[in-house]
């Protein structure tokens, strides 16, 4: 059973940086694509990043570029999501996801989720 655990959550200033750490158990999620995705009260869930541990290619959400950036350390079996220039809009509960198919990482259906870390911005 694979089993996902996010932290690294927390309250931070417009502007400022956090780092999101998702540590995966239960199975080798070596081959697995991963991502990022959040939901803020009231709105769809959107996608934020995704990354391919075979090719090692990375997808990113339009409202992200340039500003977050995902990776993966397999040895840990730990996915990170590093948060820059935040914004009072990034403001969200932070999920992480994982999925054996591990081709078209991205936008799209993942198997496993995890709880969730809130992310808060203050303007």
């Known amino acids: 059973q694979v089993q996902l655990e996010e932290s690294g959550g927390g309250s931070v200033q417009a502007g400022g940086s956090l780092n999101l750490a998702c540590r995966a158990s239960?199975?080798?999620?070596?081959?697995?694509?991963m991502g990022w995705f959040r939901q803020a009260p009231g709105k769809e869930r959107e996608f934020i990043a995704a990354?391919?541990?075979?090719?090692?290619?990375?997808e990113y959400g339009d409202s992200v570029k340039g500003r977050f950036t995902i990776s993966r350390d397999s040895a840990k079996s730990t996915l990170y999501l590093q948060m820059n220039s935040l914004k009072a809009d990034d403001t969200a509960m932070y999920y992480c996801?994982?999925?054996?198919?591990?081709?078209?990482?991205?936008?799209?259906?993942?198997?496993?989720w995890g709880q969730g870390t809130q992310v808060t911005v203050s303007s």
């Open positions: 996801a994982a999925d054996p198919v591990p081709w078209s990482c991205g936008d799209r259906k993942y198997e496993h």
């Open positions: 239960g199975y080798t999620l070596r081959d697995y694509c």
């Open positions: 990354h391919n541990a075979v090719s090692g290619s990375t």
